[in-house]
């Protein structure tokens, strides 16, 4: 395969359904990506291409040309996101996609639309003296995180594909160059928002929340206000969502109003991690030295986030400013309750109850108190605690991961005087929890050795294990029951970085 860069070869096409490209010429630019030297196929998710209704079989022949952007294929029209943000706290007028080139749209099986997106395909005119590329290791950790994700559950981008670019990247030292391609229901930020706000542009941002109503949110235009119901909307995914990042201890690392989409999805995978140890300090980000975006501040930083969205929406909202803020207002206020409501939804799930008592959020606080002074691990407290929930296992067992052995028995003892009163069968119950309690989740350690070793030897077996591992989290695999253990202390990763 030629390195130059080829267009629209037969056999090579997608379905397109380009609609973006039809929003006005400043919501974008057209940018074709970057031809690279020697491209070579890592990865082909030949289960999400055959659900997304592509030709697998090209995929397999011309996937390096493709997805490194050497080929670009027929019915494309690829362009480059402008979008503005907040990034740990301070705005940026002007960000957008700096390293990142929307090929185009596909409509699935099933009629949804989605982004088909290289990532680290070269230069555009938002690369603010960039070089548009992207470092082999966080192409594989968005690849094994964004699918760990999916299979968790939890809405996510979603990984296509992964290419070596067989060019050099310079960050602190020369690393070996790669191109990760990117499903999303679309690639709307709150920042994009804010990038025509800042402008002081209401018709780009009332022609993008129509945009946004008629792809994400169709029901709301016939709505009385509807882009106040689209600001509840949003509000509502965003707060299911961070409920479930925290039900599986999920750190985002960098949740700037860039990284938040108004589709509801999780995006950017950078230096994001999983817990071992429960703590709500916890901060793995490199860059986020004070903590501002640590486990426990997440759903306030969302609320955060949200309020800037909000800020965008006033002059849609309402033509008087003072109705506009109060309404607005009003949807922020309730951002807290709906997040409470579905956190602790899923915090009784996660510990087997079907019903609900005034005492529930008491008993789950104490759980995790107790874990925290504790020193337990947040994902096998919860698998272990599943087990018990069916008598499948012994208490001792599930004391094992305290730091002191009877530390557990007071708790465990009101958990099961709750349980008494909630008319569940404990065969049912344990079962129920199971889907609920992954065995597996991406450990940082496991992330890194598979990540390490592809960077350094060109070994992927570790990261193929992982993948399949991870695929199937709450089915025990007792064949894989190592990557279900936290670190040893010399394993644990204390860091984790952004890659850009």
């Not at 289960?47 to 080929?71: H, K, M, P, Q, W």
């Not at 229901?185 to 928002?193: D, E, L, Q, W």
Request: a negative charge.
């Amino acid at each position: 395969m030629s390195s130059a860069l080829q267009k629209n070869r037969p056999g090579a096409a997608f379905p397109f359904d380009n609609s973006y490209v039809g929003l006005p010429p400043r919501f974008f630019v057209a940018q074709a990506p970057t031809a690279v030297a020697e491209p070579w196929l890592i990865k082909l998710n030949e289960a999400l291409a055959a659900e997304l209704g592509l030709d697998v079989e090209t995929l397999r022949r011309d996937g390096e040309a493709i997805f490194s952007g050497n080929l670009v294929p027929e019915g494309a029209a690829p362009l480059a996101m402008a979008y503005a943000g907040h990034q740990f706290g301070g705005f940026s007028p002007q960000l957008g996609d700096g390293r990142a080139i929307l090929l185009g749209e596909i409509v699935d099986r099933s009629g949804k639309r989605y982004d088909i997106q290289l990532k680290g395909a070269g230069p555009t005119p938002f690369s603010r003296r960039g070089d548009g590329r992207a470092p082999l290791g966080p192409v594989l950790r968005e690849y094994i995180i964004s699918e760990a994700m999916f299979a968790l559950g939890i809405p996510a981008t979603r990984a296509l594909a992964a290419v070596k670019t067989g060019e050099p990247v310079y960050r602190e030292k020369v690393l070996p160059g790669a191109v990760f391609t990117r499903v999303a229901a679309s690639h709307i930020r709150v920042g994009t928002f804010q990038y025509f706000a800042a402008r002081g542009d209401t018709d780009g941002v009332r022609a993008l929340a129509d945009y946004v109503i008629g792809r994400h949110y169709l029901a709301l235009k016939e709505a009385e206000n509807p882009y106040l119901a689209l600001f509840e909307a949003i509000c509502e995914r965003q707060a299911a969502l961070i409920a479930r990042w925290l039900h599986v201890g999920f750190i985002h690392g960098v949740m700037n109003t860039d990284n938040m989409t108004v589709s509801g999805e999780t995006i950017d995978f950078g230096p994001c991690a999983f817990m071992d140890a429960y703590d709500p300090a916890t901060v793995f980000s490199s860059i986020d030295q004070q903590g501002r975006y640590a486990y426990a501040n997440q759903p306030a930083i969302g609320q955060w986030n949200l309020a800037r969205l909000g800020e965008t929406l006033l002059p849609l909202i309402d033509a008087e400013p003072d109705g506009a803020v109060d309404k607005a207002n009003a949807v922020i206020k309730s951002y807290g309750e709906r997040f409470q409501a579905h956190w602790l939804s899923g915090m009784r799930e996660k510990i087997g109850l079907t019903g609900e008592e005034d005492g529930d959020l008491d008993l789950v606080q104490a759980l995790l108190t107790l874990m925290q002074t504790q020193g337990a691990d947040f994902t096998l407290t919860f698998r272990r605690l599943s087990d018990l929930a069916g008598d499948n296992a012994s208490e001792p067992e599930f004391a094992a991961g305290f730091r002191e052995l009877d530390a557990c028995g007071t708790w465990l003892a009101q958990w099961r005087e709750r349980l008494s009163r909630d008319p569940y069968a404990a065969t049912k119950r344990a079962s129920a929890m199971r889907r609920v309690n992954p065995a597996f989740i991406p450990r940082n350690h496991r992330v890194e050795q598979a990540i390490e070793a592809a960077v350094e030897n060109g070994d992927f077996s570790l990261f193929e294990s992982l993948l399949a591992v991870l695929s199937k989290p709450f089915e025990d695999q007792p064949g894989f029951a190592a990557y279900m253990q936290p670190p040893k202390p010399s394993e644990r990763v204390l860091a984790t970085f952004c890659g850009t």
